[in-house]
């Protein structure tokens, strides 16, 4: 496989539900990056891991819980999810110091009920 | 400070038409201005970018103009397709703490009729 890929493409689950998207990416990249996106809103940074390590976290409920376990796997961690957290999650990777573009998955669609 | 501004929102052309989508930012330390293209479906894919010390960059139909002095730049669409349909969005980024920092714009879903 190549590029970044995203499991499951969509889910739907209720308010009480425990459930975890995935990201694994081919591209030997060492930053990776969870965006939201949803409609008529600019895409909103979640977090960002680099080097494994976790750089930035944009003031996200902790009801979102990121994990990086090496360089090639991102986790988002879901539970307790409100209605308004039903967007499109994106993966991305990129390269340290490279020229500055994100290479992303192709979403998970979340529906919370 | 960190905003990306993008008009329009919505854009509706007939094939053959000249698209021109536009964005305006204010952080001087962007040093990277990428568009990404996202069909429906899909994630965003980089269509072209260009860096601050360029005025224009075409690739293919493509073209971005760059104004550095006016914080704007935008993109052109020659000679438009159908399959050209999708949402663009603007963005300016910079690199720092190991990873890019990147502000996107709201994006503009462009719709080319044929």
């Known amino acids: 496989e190549t590029g970044v890929t995203q499991t499951p493409r969509h889910l739907v689950m209720g308010m009480t539900n425990k459930k975890s998207l995935k990201c694994e990416q081919h591209l030997g990249h060492n930053a990776m990056y969870w965006y939201k996106q949803s409609a008529k809103k600019p895409l909103e940074l979640m977090f960002v891991y680099s080097l494994e390590e976790r750089v930035e976290n944009n003031s996200v409920p902790s009801r979102f819980s990121p994990e990086c376990p090496n360089s090639s796997h991102l986790f988002l961690h879901l539970h307790t999810l409100q209605p308004e957290d039903s967007a499109l999650y994106l993966c991305?990777?990129?390269?340290?110091?490279?020229?500055?573009?994100?290479?992303f998955g192709e979403g998970s669609r979340l529906t919370v009920l | 400070q960190q905003q990306v501004k993008q008009s329009p929102q919505s854009l509706i052309v007939q094939k053959g038409g000249i698209p021109i989508i536009n964005c305006a930012y204010e952080?001087?330390?962007?040093?990277?201005f990428p568009w990404y293209q996202q069909f429906p479906g899909k994630g965003p894919a980089l269509l072209i970018a260009?860096?601050?010390?360029?005025s224009e960059k075409k690739e293919g139909r493509f073209t971005i103009s760059f104004n550095k002095s006016a914080k704007q730049f935008s993109l052109h669409i020659m000679d438009s397709q159908p399959g050209d349909s999708a949402t663009y969005f603007c963005?300016?980024?910079?690199?720092?703490?190991?990873?890019?920092?990147?502000?996107f714009g709201i994006g503009t879903k462009l719709q080319v009729i044929p």
């Open positions: 952080n001087t330390a962007f040093d990277y």
């Open positions: 991305a990777s990129s390269q340290d110091r490279g020229t500055g573009e994100l290479f």
């Open positions: 963005a300016a980024t910079f690199y720092s703490g190991g990873y890019q920092k990147v502000t």
């Open positions: 260009i860096r601050p010390d360029v």
